[in-house]
C-alpha cells in the first residue's frame, strides 16, 4: 500500500459531514451585524435592559430587513427566512452574544416569529395571526404551565374550556408567561371535554389578567389569569383534544435553537475570559500562564464543542424529518449544563471583575440558571431519554 494520504475532492465522497457554504455565509453576516450595529447600541443600555429604545430597535430592525434577516425561522412563503433547524441553531448561537441575548436575541433586531405551530392553523389563522406577525412585527405569547406542574402538561393543565354556542369560555391561570403583558395575541392550552386543546386568544379579550413575576432575570414573566374569557370557536388551533401534540411538537423543535443560544453566550463568555488572561498580570507573570487557569480554558471549549456537535446533530437530525425528542432533549440537557459551568469558570478566572456589573457575566450567570428549568428541566429530560434507552 502506498503511505500517501488518499485526497478526497468532496468531503461528502467519504460521508464526512460539514457545515453548507450559505449557513457559513449566514455565520458571518449574522457575526458582522452583532459587531458593528448591535453591541453598539446595547452597550449604551442599562446592564438589566432588556429592551432597546423604540427609535434605535426601529433602526437597528430597518437595517435588518433590508439585509434579509428578518423572522428567520417562519416560512418563507409567508414573508419569513425559511430557515430549517441546522439554519436556526447557526442564527441563535451568533445572535445570543449580547448582553440581553439570553432572552431577547439580537436586542429583538430579527423581529419576533409567531410560534411555528401557527402554520398549522386554517388559512385564516395563518394570515390574521402568521402573516401579521411577521409584517407588523406584532407580538406573541405561549400559555402551557400552571402551578400545578409546568414539566408535565399531559396530565397537570386544569385551565378549562367549555363550549357555548359559538365560542369557548376559557377559565383559569398560567405561570411563567413570557411577554403576556406587551402580546397582541397568544396560544392557550386549556383542557376540554375531548381533552388539551389550543386556542389562539387576542390579548384584548376581555377577562384577561396579568401579574408580573419578579425572577434572577431582569425580563420577567406572568401569572396570566383568564376569567371566563370568550374565544371564538375558529379561533381553535387544530382539533378538540390534539392540542397536546401541537404543543409537544413546538416544544421539541424549540428546544434545539434554545441549546445553540446558550452555547453562544458561553462561547462569548469564554473569549472574554480568554482576553483576560491574555493581559492579567498576576505574580509576576501573567493569568494565562497559570495552569490551573489554562486548564479551566482548555475544559470550557472542550465542553463546548461537544455541547455543539449534539446541538447540530439534533438540527440535522430534525430537518432530515426525524424523530428528535431524545435528541433535543440530549442536546438541551448538555448545553445548558455546561453553559452555566463555563460562565462560572469564567466568573472566577476574572475575579472581582467577573461579578462586576461593568461585564456581561454576572447577567449571564444569572439568567442561564433559567435556562436549565426552561423548556423543561434537566431531570425530566434524563427521564425522557431513560425511558427511551429502557424501553427500546
Same mark, same amino acid.
Given at each position: 500500500?502506498?503511505?500517501?494520504?488518499?485526497?478526497?475532492?468532496?468531503?461528502?465522497?467519504?460521508?464526512?459531514?460539514?457545515?453548507?457554504?450559505?449557513?457559513?455565509?449566514?455565520?458571518?453576516?449574522?457575526?458582522?451585524?452583532?459587531?458593528?450595529?448591535v453591541q453598539p447600541i446595547e452597550e449604551r443600555q442599562?446592564?438589566?435592559?432588556?429592551?432597546?429604545?423604540?427609535?434605535?430597535?426601529?433602526?437597528l430592525r430597518a437595517k435588518a430587513r433590508a439585509a434579509?434577516?428578518?423572522?428567520?425561522?417562519?416560512?418563507?412563503?409567508?414573508?419569513?427566512?425559511?430557515?430549517?433547524?441546522?439554519?436556526? =441553531?447557526? @442564527?441563535?448561537? +451568533?445572535?445570543?452574544?449580547?448582553?440581553? &441575548?439570553?432572552?431577547?436575541?439580537? #436586542?429583538?433586531?430579527?423581529?419576533?416569529?409567531?410560534?411555528?405551530?401557527?402554520?398549522?392553523?386554517?388559512?385564516?389563522?395563518?394570515?390574521?395571526?402568521?402573516?401579521?406577525?411577521?409584517?407588523?412585527?406584532?407580538?406573541?405569547?405561549?400559555?402551557?404551565?400552571?402551578?400545578?406542574?409546568?414539566?408535565?402538561?399531559?396530565?397537570?393543565?386544569?385551565?378549562?374550556?367549555?363550549?357555548?354556542?359559538?365560542?369557548?369560555?376559557?377559565?383559569?391561570?398560567?405561570?411563567?408567561?413570557?411577554?403576556?403583558?406587551?402580546?397582541?395575541?397568544?396560544?392557550?392550552?386549556?383542557?376540554?371535554?375531548?381533552?388539551?386543546?389550543?386556542?389562539?386568544?387576542?390579548?384584548?379579550?376581555?377577562?384577561?389578567?396579568?401579574?408580573?413575576?419578579?425572577?434572577?432575570?431582569?425580563?420577567?414573566?406572568?401569572?396570566?389569569?383568564?376569567?371566563? =374569557?370568550? @374565544?371564538?370557536? +375558529?379561533?381553535?388551533?387544530?382539533?378538540? &383534544?390534539?392540542?397536546?401534540?401541537? #404543543?409537544?411538537?413546538?416544544?421539541?423543535?424549540?428546544?434545539?435553537?434554545?441549546?445553540?443560544?446558550?452555547?453562544?453566550?458561553?462561547?462569548?463568555?469564554?473569549?472574554?475570559?480568554?482576553?483576560?488572561?491574555?493581559?492579567?498580570?498576576?505574580?509576576?507573570?501573567?493569568?494565562?500562564?497559570?495552569?490551573?487557569?489554562?486548564?479551566?480554558?482548555?475544559?470550557?471549549?472542550?465542553?463546548?464543542?461537544?455541547?455543539?456537535?449534539?446541538?447540530?446533530?439534533?438540527?440535522?437530525?430534525?430537518?432530515?424529518?426525524?424523530?428528535?425528542?431524545?435528541?433535543?432533549?440530549?442536546?438541551?440537557?448538555?448545553?445548558?449544563?455546561?453553559?452555566?459551568?463555563?460562565?462560572?469558570?469564567?466568573?472566577?478566572?476574572?475575579?472581582?471583575?467577573?461579578?462586576?456589573?461593568?461585564?456581561?457575566?454576572?447577567?449571564?450567570?444569572?439568567?442561564?440558571?433559567?435556562?436549565?428549568?426552561?423548556?423543561?428541566?434537566?431531570?425530566?429530560?434524563?427521564?425522557?431519554?431513560?425511558?427511551?434507552?429502557?424501553?427500546?
Amino acid at each position: 500500500m502506498s503511505n500517501s494520504t488518499a485526497q478526497i475532492a468532496d468531503p461528502a465522497d467519504s460521508g464526512a459531514w460539514e457545515m453548507p457554504e450559505q449557513f457559513v455565509m449566514l455565520r458571518d453576516t449574522i457575526r458582522r451585524f452583532m459587531r458593528e450595529e448591535v453591541q453598539p447600541i446595547e452597550e449604551r443600555q442599562p446592564h438589566d435592559a432588556w429592551a432597546l429604545p423604540s427609535a434605535d430597535l426601529q433602526a437597528l430592525r430597518a437595517k435588518a430587513r433590508a439585509a434579509g434577516l428578518w423572522c428567520l425561522a417562519s416560512p418563507a412563503e409567508y414573508g419569513g427566512g425559511g430557515l430549517g433547524l441546522l439554519g436556526q =441553531v447557526v @442564527v441563535a448561537e +451568533e445572535a445570543a452574544k449580547c448582553r440581553m &441575548g439570553a432572552y431577547v436575541p439580537a #436586542c429583538g433586531a430579527f423581529g419576533i416569529d409567531p410560534p411555528s405551530v401557527i402554520w398549522l392553523g386554517t388559512p385564516q389563522q395563518r394570515q390574521t395571526y402568521g402573516v401579521a406577525g411577521i409584517e407588523g412585527g406584532k407580538k406573541n405569547f405561549v400559555a402551557i404551565s400552571e402551578a400545578a406542574g409546568g414539566s408535565d402538561p399531559a396530565r397537570k393543565i386544569e385551565t378549562r374550556a367549555r363550549r357555548e354556542g359559538d365560542a369557548y369560555v376559557i377559565t383559569g391561570t398560567k405561570l411563567w408567561i413570557t411577554a403576556a403583558d406587551k402580546a397582541d395575541w397568544g396560544i392557550v392550552f386549556a383542557r376540554t371535554d375531548a381533552g388539551i386543546t389550543a386556542f389562539i386568544v387576542d390579548r384584548d379579550t376581555p377577562g384577561i389578567t396579568c401579574r408580573e413575576i419578579g425572577v434572577i432575570r431582569s425580563y420577567a414573566p406572568y401569572e396570566v389569569h383568564f376569567d371566563d =374569557v370568550r @374565544v371564538p370557536a +375558529e379561533n381553535m388551533l387544530g382539533e378538540d &383534544g390534539k392540542g397536546f401534540a401541537i #404543543c409537544q411538537k413546538w416544544l421539541v423543535h424549540a428546544r434545539v435553537p434554545y441549546s445553540a443560544a446558550v452555547i453562544g453566550i458561553a462561547q462569548a463568555a469564554l473569549q472574554i475570559a480568554i482576553d483576560h488572561a491574555r493581559q492579567r498580570h498576576v505574580h509576576k507573570s501573567l493569568l494565562a500562564d497559570k495552569q490551573a487557569v489554562q486548564w479551566m480554558i482548555a475544559d470550557s471549549e472542550i465542553e463546548l464543542r461537544a455541547a455543539r456537535l449534539l446541538t447540530y446533530q439534533a438540527a440535522w437530525s430534525g430537518d432530515l424529518g426525524r424523530d428528535i425528542k431524545t435528541e433535543a432533549s440530549i442536546a438541551k440537557v448538555v448545553a445548558t449544563e455546561t453553559a452555566g459551568r463555563v460562565v462560572d469558570r469564567c466568573i472566577q478566572i476574572l475575579g472581582g471583575m467577573g461579578v462586576a456589573r461593568e461585564m456581561p457575566l454576572e447577567r449571564w450567570y444569572r439568567e442561564l440558571r433559567i435556562k436549565r428549568i426552561g423548556e423543561g428541566p434537566s431531570e425530566v429530560h434524563r427521564m425522557v431519554l431513560a425511558r427511551e434507552l429502557l424501553r427500546s
